[in-house]
């Protein structure tokens, strides 16, 4: 009797293993997969920052404004400045005068 008891042990032991293997195939070929998902990404993301990163290196064209366009913004300036300094000058502040220090009698 304990041959058989022993036998059905290593039945059960064998049917979990190949269980466990089962398991551990379904899991290397789902890592497999996601492995080849994220390389996949990785290699999108690395063309897509190259990309972005060849665009950054071009220098900006600047912005040409013609000399009347010019003309136009330093005049706006002037008078801006201008406004600023006759309000300044209007507010005239007083001058601090040094007090002469009367001597008290007592």
Known sequence: MPRRKSNQQTELVAFALRGIDAQIA???QTRAELLGQTNARVASTAAS????STQAAKPRKRKKFSAEH???LREAAQRRWGKGKKRQAAV???QATA???VPNKS
């Open 49 to 52: 920052t190259e990309s972005t």
């Open 70 to 72: 010019i003309a136009k």
């Open 99 to 101: 007090k002469k220090a």
């Open 26 to 28: 379904k899991l290397e």
């Open 92 to 94: 005239k502040r007083p």
